[in-house]
């Protein structure tokens, strides 16, 4: 089995991109804000900072409050990883029981800025988020943008497929690379060890999403779907496709599923186990060594509809606005529309 297997084979569902152009030249040309599905309290042990940030990671901001607190690392919380390449605004938390708070100003420079600072009852963790807000700059657009608004249009009503993004699997797919390692016995550190398994899960469900993509089966239910309802983890088997079904699979109610591989039997049936078990299959090292490392199954709609989704055409620039659920890639949208190339002020 090939060690990566390259985004651009996933099948397209908008007809690929008819465009081109240059993504991130700047950090202002990917802006990326969190939103939490609640309001921190206003008391209580834990210190929640919304910080808007320019060069630095998830990761080192977290390290950098942990510091500055004086606290272990595992009393900072985040929901989510952000990289460096971008304009984020995220929320962190900081566990601070009967201690009195730092001075957080001091971690202020001409690329970080704490937008606000709130108490609340609990840790934030990782997943709890309602969505992310995008505003993307493509500079340098070239090629057809009669094309490009139809896609979008597209896009708007139908949704695109909720592919993992190209950063999962890790620059030249070291991701999979090291969970062929971990699955062959390498041993890892916990970070890595979850960062290898998640990357196994999304090449899988990507091949999975890419044969119903290559079947026009993406965004409708087949027998033996497990379908998703939407803004929910609530799901129900599809045994018989009716109208009712096909009603509430156009409104955006619904979404068909795909597998997040691991151990246990998979909830599809039918025409759809069958393609899930074939895919699974063909990756028997990465399929294998999910469920060996006691990964549950689990499973993830093959479509995501954004909200609030716009975009204009400036001068050789396109800029476009959208919100996604917690989990879907923003780059997944663009690479349907438009072929990107890395500015050349920062590495591929």
Known sequence: MPAHYPPDDWHYAHGGPGGRGVLKQQPADFVVEELLPFVPEGCGEHVFL????????TGYIARSLARLAGVRSHDVGFAGLK???????QWFSVWLPGKSEPDWQTLQSDHLRILTIARHARKLKRGSLSGN?????????GGDRARCERQLQAISAA??????GEQRFGHGGTNITGALALFAGAKVGRELRSLYLSAARSLLFNRVLSERVKTASWNTALPGDLLNLAGTNSRFACDCVDEVLL??????DIHPTGPMWGLGE?????????????????APELSAGLA????????RSLRVIPKALSWRFADTNLQISFELPAGSYATALLREIV????ADNRPA
């Open 339 to 342: 072929e990107l190339s890395p």
């Open 50 to 57: 919304h910080i808007e940030n320019a060069n630095d990671n």
């Open 292 to 299: 060996a490392a006691g990964l549950l199954q689990d499973r």
């Open 247 to 252: 009603e509430r699979l156009q409104s955006g």
């Open 266 to 282: 998979l909830a599809s049936g039918a025409e759809v186990a069958e393609l899930e078990r074939q895919i699974a299959a063909s």
């Open 83 to 89: 990289d460096r390449y971008g304009l984020t605004r």
């Open 133 to 141: 807000r995008f505003t993307i700059t493509i500079r340098d657009f």
């Open 159 to 164: 949704g695109f497929p909720n592919y993992f």
